[in-house]
């Protein structure tokens, strides 16, 4: 089982939709959870990072990690053409690394 | 504002050949990061380094060297390349460690490698 999972998608939603992507991690321990989000050919670049449990709003974006289920979702409002990326979640590990999920493939259809 | 340069973008190699990738920060960063994007796998972490002239092992290793040389920069090397190296490689760098969450690493734009 990896680390950290994540459905790759691809999900496609019409413009102005409730975005939900999903992820779930199999070690307590760490405590830091981000989303990065990379467009087409392009490096991923850190979205939201958020601290053990609850939820982080900025702007359109909300994090929010479950401890109790072991589960972290990136919510994104009033979805955009814009928005079509893919969306990595990680946690940190051992050391200072990063170890991120498979990635989600996003696209808005206007 | 160039941040994290990745050289080239994008090579062609014959099995058995050798290649170096360049990757270039300029932001004083002092880890620095080589990662594989393979599709369904994620970003797999080959070898990292916390400062210069130090290199670490990550999780996919094998078939790869790295060096330090200066801070700046961070090369990947493929001795003998083989057609299970075809993958798009990422360059990252960060001010420290990621146990904190807004130090995020930087990436830069990868480098799109096939062996045949």
């Known amino acids: 089982q990896k680390e950290v999972e994540q459905d790759p998608g691809p999900l496609s939603v019409p413009e102005g939709a409730i975005v939900s992507l999903n992820c779930t991690y199999s070690n307590s321990a760490f405590q830091y959870f981000m989303w990065y989000r990379q467009y087409s050919r392009k490096g991923p670049e850190l979205l939201m990072y958020t601290y053990s449990s609850g939820n982080k709003e900025d702007g359109r974006f909300t994090a929010q990690v479950d401890k109790s289920s072991k589960y972290i979702s990136l919510f994104i409002r009033d979805s955009q053409p814009s928005d079509s990326a893919t969306y990595l979640c990680a946690r940190n590990n051992q050391g200072g690394k990063l170890i991120f999920g498979q990635g989600t493939e996003l696209s808005v259809k206007p | 504002n160039a941040g994290v340069t990745q050289t080239p973008k994008f090579r062609v190699l014959k099995t ?101």
């Open chain 2, 16 to 116: 058995g050949q050798s290649m170096t990738l360049l990757c270039a920060q300029d932001m004083n960063h002092e880890y620095m990061y080589w990662y594989r994007q393979d599709p369904g796998m994620g970003l797999r972490l080959i070898h990292y380094s916390v400062g210069e002239g130090t290199t670490a092992k990550g999780e996919v290793p094998d078939g790869y060297n790295v060096s330090r040389l200066k801070k700046q920069n961070f090369l990947l090397g493929l001795e003998s390349a083989a057609p299970s190296q075809t993958s798009v490689y990422f360059c990252a760098s960060s001010f420290t460690t990621q146990g904190r969450g807004n130090q995020p690493q930087h990436f830069g734009d990868g480098t799109r490698l096939s062996i045949l």
